[in-house]
């Protein structure tokens, strides 16, 4: 597709259930990020895939948080037993690749998604 | 100690103003910065990067000082339409974005 994609756009869910989020990034781009967004906040860092490397875990909030990407392609966000304080605006951005050695111009532009809201009730 | 620090503002100016926001970051070794902006209940969208020797875009500027490790956006002659969230972002460790909190930016006729 022309940009990023996630569904859904927005999600009730009661507190305790299980939700998945996903998001189908541009296509070409192997950096993917997940960000979270509360209400009149900044963006928090969740994790980040690059190509085939092991992701950086490091901004999962908890162990109730986790993310799958196949490849280079679709990636799942899946929140077990939510709680309130997961209520927010879930973020995913892709981007060219970035290596470890050097940047390209391109993997300095992310590109997001529309987001998908979350509520817990 | 947040990696990218950013005053929330608001930040309130009439049209036609001059305003300028800093953001302080702490990662000395950190290469690439860039101002993202975002506008209400929308998603951020690159605005400009930020290289050593100061970068200006029109009405925007951008600058980086290493010594004090901040970065700076003025924005001259204030458009309405300028009133957004602008996002400091650092390129950290293993080339991941990491974003401020943003600074809220409100232009009134």
């Known amino acids: 597709g022309a940009g990023v994609s996630q569904s859904p756009s927005n999600k009730v869910t009661e507190k305790g259930k299980d939700v998945e989020l996903r998001c189908d990034p541009i296509?070409?781009?192997?950096?993917l990020y997940w960000y979270r967004q509360r209400l009149g906040q900044g963006l928090e860092f969740l994790i980040y895939?690059?190509?085939?490397?092991?992701?950086?875990k490091s901004g999962l909030p908890s162990d109730r948080f986790s993310a799958e990407r196949t490849g280079e392609s679709v990636s799942t966000l899946t929140i077990q037993r939510t709680q309130q304080e997961d209520s927010a605006v879930y973020l995913c951005?892709?981007?060219?690749?970035?290596?470890?050695?050097?940047?390209?111009?391109?993997?300095?532009?992310?590109?997001f998604g529309a987001g998908s809201r979350l509520t817990v009730l | 100690r947040k990696e990218v620090e950013q005053d929330p503002g608001p930040f309130n100016v009439p049209e036609g103003a001059t305003v300028a926001f800093n953001c302080t970051y702490s990662?000395?070794?950190?290469?690439?910065f860039f101002w993202y902006r975002q506008d209400c209940r929308k998603e951020p969208k690159l605005l400009m990067s930020?290289?050593?020797s100061g970068n200006e875009d029109g009405r925007f500027t951008a600058q980086l000082n290493r010594a004090s490790q901040y970065i700076s956006l003025l924005i001259r002659d204030s458009k309405l339409s300028d009133s957004a969230t602008y996002l400091c972002?650092?390129?950290?460790?293993?080339?991941?974005?990491?974003f401020g909190a943003g600074t809220r930016l409100a232009v009134h006729p």
């Open positions: 951005a892709s981007s060219l690749a970035a290596s470890r050695t050097g940047v390209s111009s391109g993997a300095n532009v992310l590109t």
């Open positions: 972002v650092q390129r950290g460790g293993y080339n991941k974005l990491i």
């Open positions: 990662n000395s070794a950190s290469q690439s």
């Open positions: 895939f690059q190509g085939n490397s092991a992701p950086d």
């Open positions: 930020v290289y050593s």
């Open positions: 296509s070409g781009h192997t950096a």
